[in-house]
Structures are given as C-alpha cells and as structure tokens.
C-alpha cells in the first residue's frame, strides 16, 4: 500500500481561513490459499471437492504440494485519489464552515488461476470500476446569548461501496456486481444533519441533539450455503443485496453538572429509530446455477430495524475528586431496543414458493409471521466503576487508576444474525428447532466482569 498526501492552509483576512488538501492511495493486494502441511501425504488435488471443477485448468500439477499456491489466486488493484477545500468564516457571534471534496476510486481484479467453472471469466483483468466521490459539508454555529448556543451541520456525501462489495466472488471469477444485476456498480449516497442546542454556565453544560442520516443505493454481498432455493435446490451462494436505502433518526441528550467542588454528576441519553426504508433487489450467484445466477426479486426488508446495536441507551453517574489526589467515579448505564440481523433471502419470494413455481400446500400465513418476526434482545444494565490516586514526590508524580465494567457480571447478548441457510417456509420451519438448539440464530454474549488497571509516571 501507498499513500501520499499534501495540505495547505492561509488566511484571507481577519475572520476567514483557507484550507485544502490532496490525497493518493494505492493497494495492490495478492489473495491466495496455500498448503502449508500435507501431514504427511503426497499433497491435495487441485479440485473442488464437492462439485469435482478443477481450481486451475491451467496448472500441470495433479497433487498441490507443500508451500504451493491453490483453491485461488487473484491480485486486486485499488487507487484513490481525492481533493478537499475548506472554508472557514468567525463572525461576531457565530462561526461558520463550508467544505467540499470531490475524488475518484478505481479497482480492478487480476486473475492468476482458470477456474473451471468459469474458464473465460477468470484468469486475467477484470473490467476496471470506477467510482466518483463527491461531498458537501456545511454548518453554522451561533451563540444566541453568553451561555446558549445552537450548531446546526449538514452534509451530502457519495461514496464508492468497498471492494467486498463490488465484485460478486472475487475467489473464482471476475464478475462486478455490475455484470451480475445487469446494470453498472453505483456510489452510495448519504444524506445527514443534525441540530444541537448548548446551554453552558460555570456549574452546568448540557446539551440536546436532533439528528438525521439517509443511506441510498448501496450494496452488501454476503456468502453462506442455502438449502431450498427455488424449493428444493442447495448450494453455495453469493447474496447480492442491490440498492439498499437506510434511515436514522434520533435524539441525544448530555449533562454535566458540577454539584460541589468535589462531586459531579453526568447524564447521557440516546433514543433513535435505526429502520430499512425500502425493499433492496436480492440477487443469488453460485457455480451450482446453470444461467450462473438468480433473480430473486425484491426482499421485503422496509420497517425492519437496522442490527447496529443499541438503539436507546441511558447512563447516569458521578465523579468525586478528592483534594488529596484520589478520585472515584461508577456510572449505571442500560441499553435497550437491540434486534437480531435479519436474513434478505427469507423475505423474498423464495420463502413462498414450491420447486412448481406455486406456493407450499402446506403454508400457514400465521406460522410464516411467527417465523419472520425480527427477535428483540432483552434490555439490561450494567454498573461501571473508575479510580485513581496521584502522589507528588518532589517535582515527579506517580499516579495509579482502575476500571472495574459490569461490575454485577451481568450477561447479555451483544448481537447475531439469523440462520440463513433455511431459505425458505419449509426448510425453515422444519429446521427452525434444531437449528436453534445447535447453530442459530447466532449470538455473541457480553458476560463477567473485566479490571483495568494502570501505573504511570510523569516528570
């Protein structure tokens, strides 16, 4: 990886300041799997074991040997570069900004082996992608009086998706998600704003926050293996999820209040709504698929909420210092409104539909709900505590601080996503028992209780 870049700053005159600045990166990224141990055999065969299609048509070699490249082998090659101006206004009573960059991302797959399964479509340079950035920031900070202030930001920003996300299985092939869905790779682009209003005094700093955040036409490709695709169909397959619209809304709060010369108490809270707010176009890619890939129209993803999380979070606390150097703090904190990821392709319709083309005889709009529903994580708390003591020895200090978080061990769970495999109402409905007693959904668990300690010295 190389990267370069170079900024400038002036003033013209008083109350206004000039930045900018440019910028390069350049990856080139070699992927390749390689034996490292043949455990005492004669090495690996250059196939697939499971659908028998050779990983390089073009090699001699029958047996991998040790230290030998196989399964794949690819280079990926990435540029960007970028441009940013910035402008900086200080009035009487207000500041002010306005910012602009503008740049471009170019990425490009280099083959090495010829997959069988895709003999003209993997060795050598894939089409080279190009992608245009683009934003605009801006923001405007006033102070109404000595102690209330109002900042308000906004900013419109489009964005290339990354490479995971642009090229449908970069292992065996060269396909963009542009030759897959049958239109050109897009940018992302996001549209935020937030209002904020400060109220600030020599025992009290509070403040109160409105905030906005619009995600449009991005893309996500995730790889999993599917039983029940088109009814009864299992394979290895690439989810191509295509113009994804996001939406964030919420409302945070701050306070900061000095009670005595020795104690302070804090307040934070969040509450937000974190929502798909439309159906995005699912598309399924995989070796196994005579045309090489399905259309399996839209998945139903709208008012389902975002697992990013915490979607409420509160905490409440303290801080006392004492005029001996040693200080204590804890603070009770309680997240709510957690949900599980949820699987696109159990929303398509795939999950209705029999290998005939006709729904399951045996569907039930009830189960099928139940079966659907978004699980919500339980809410919880957990208490934190925070310390420390300084010592002054002649002109040197020695200082010593502790954390102690969930200090009542309180167990939880943290995140998860539903079982895919089970991609349809009678797969997963047969499944659904057993695959939550061994697989899923899967979760990943906050539990115990973790210290952190310190020692520090400082001339």
């Known amino acids: 990886m190389f990267s370069w870049t170079t900024s400038a700053e002036a003033l013209l005159g008083e109350s206004t300041r000039w930045s900018a600045g440019l910028s390069y990166q350049g990856l080139k990224s070699e992927n390749f799997a390689e034996l490292i141990d043949s455990l005492g055999g004669l090495g690996l065969p250059n196939i697939d074991p499971y659908d028998f299609y050779s990983y390089n048509l073009d090699s001699k070699n029958v047996l991998i040997k040790t230290g030998e490249k196989y ?43 010829r997959h069988e399964a895709f003999a003209n479509n993997s060795k050598g340079k894939s089409d080279k992608l190009r992608f245009t950035e683009l934003g605009i920031k801006a923001g405007w900070k006033i102070r109404l009086q000595g102690r209330h ?37 897009s940018e992302e682009q996001l549209l935020s704003g937030d209002l904020s209003y400060y109220y600030r005094t020599p025992t009290i700093d509070a403040r109160l926050s409105g905030f906005f955040i619009r995600s449009t036409d ?26 994804i619209n996001k939406q964030r809304l919420g409302i945070e709060f701050g306070l900061e209040m000095q009670l005595l010369s020795t104690l302070k108490l804090k307040a934070v809270s969040s509450v937000g709504k974190y929502t798909y707010s439309n159906d995005p176009h699912l598309y399924l890619t995989s070796d196994d698929f005579a045309q090489g890939n399905l259309d399996m129209g839209p998945s139903r993803l709208k008012n389902y909420r975002l697992s990013v999380g915490p979607q409420q979070a509160y905490s ?25 990821d949820i699987s696109p392709i159990s929303r398509t319709q795939n999950f209705l539909f029999d290998d005939d083309g006709l729904p399951f005889e045996d569907y039930d709009e ?77 979760y990943w668990y906050g539990r115990g209780t973790t210290f952190f300690f310190n020692l520090y010295l400082r001339f």
């Not at 910035?86 to 002010?96: G, P, V």
């Not at 930001?153 to 963009?176: G, H, K, L, V, Y």
């Not at 919880?380 to 200090?397: A, D, E, I, P, Q």
């Open 71 to 113: 399964r794949y082998h690819y280079i990926m090659n990435a540029a960007r570069w970028s441009a940013t101006t910035k402008m900086d206004f200080s009035l009487k009573n207000s500041e002010a900004y306005l910012a602009i960059q503008y740049g471009q991302t170019n990425y490009q797959r280099d083959g090495k082996f």
């Open 149 to 185: 202030w109002i900042d308000f930001n906004a900013a419109f920003i489009q964005q290339p998706p990354t490479i995971r996300n642009s090229f449908s299985n970069p292992r065996e092939n060269n396909n963009t998600i542009g030759n897959t869905v049958g239109t050109d790779s």
């Open 218 to 243: 991005a893309t996500e490709v995730s790889f999993f293996f599917a039983d029940g695709i088109g009814g009864d169909t299992s394979a290895f397959v690439q989810e191509i999820l295509r113009g």
């Open 316 to 340: 409440l606390g303290f801080e006392y210092r004492d005029p001996n150097f040693w200080w204590i703090g804890a603070t009770v904190n309680g997240f709510a409104k957690s949900y599980l």
């Open 366 to 442: 009830e189960v099928a709900e139940k079966l659907l529903q978004q699980e919500r994580f339980e809410d919880f708390f957990v208490v934190n505590l925070v310390g420390g003591k300084s010592w002054k020895l002649g002109n040197k200090y020695i200082g010593f601080f502790g954390s102690i978080n969930n200090l009542l061990g309180e167990i939880y769970k943290t995140g998860g996503y539903e079982q895919a495999r089970s991609s349809n109402y009678r797969t997963l409905l047969q499944d659904t028992q057993a695959l939550r007693r061994r697989f899923g959904p899967k």
